[in-house]
């Protein structure tokens, strides 16, 4: 064998152990049939597909998850970018400061921050409280239990995975290149838009999966902040695997959700970099 090869074997382990094998045991799991006295019986059909393909609920939560993940991953990236500019560029005394807090969050469990916006944006939270001792208003302000308390805090949640890649990226990029490109006349938004936003489209695309996946997946915080009233796919997951005990059904509605965001995320590799070098 040679070196090569032995040194990604290590590698290739981890992949196969921890990716591939356990994957390769859901879609199976998820052509079972459903039995009254275990998990899954014995043979296999495509009745759980089925299932799920055919059903309005099913599909209305997959577009639920969907759209928050995708408004999620925009207003990520809208706030993410100008953080990781300025951690990138602007290397004063705060910069260290500066980091510690654009990335504190990950310093806490997602649990703890997500109650945390309970606590913000609750009917009698932090929020409601404040607007109604100032005379804003003297109702209820609903903040919570709805997309918009549910899409707020993810993407408090998650991020700093949208500025860690951007950050790194940004890093990496030498200056006099947006210079140049000022010297030979072009105004800053022209050189930020032709020079510095295509160079940075690899850290921008990384930050956008890792959010939007993450976003797709997540379970606890939509629970909290969205309570029954916003139903994801996720949720609706592990209610089936738990509480219903169907893992067929619940495999399959899971390699569902995973082959729509993986279809949004393969069209949007391939339509960033012809959008953005325009």
Known sequence: ?????????????????????PYANIIVISFRPLSPDGAYGQGFTAANYVT????????????????IGLVTTALALLLGFPVAWDLARNRGRSQALRRAIALSPL????????????????NNGVINRLARALGLTQSIIPLMYNRFGVIVALTHVFLPFMILPIMGVLQELDPALEQAGRSLGAS???AFRRIVLPLCLPGVQSGCVM????????YVTPMLLGGMRVKTMPMTVVSTLIDAFRWPLGAAQALVLSLCGGLILIAFMRLTPMRWNR
Do not use: K
């Open 52 to 67: 799920v393909l055919t059903s309005a609920h099913y599909w209305r939560q997959i577009w639920t998850t969907i759209w």
């Open 188 to 190: 800053p938004r022209t």
């Open 107 to 122: 310093l806490v469990g997602i649990v703890v921050r997500s109650y945390g916006w309970t606590i913000l944006l609750g």
């Open 1 to 21: 064998m040679s070196r090569r090869l032995l040194l990604m074997l290590p590698a290739a382990l981890v992949l196969i152990f921890l990716i591939v094998l």
């Open 211 to 218: 959010v939007f996946i993450l976003t797709i997946s997540a």
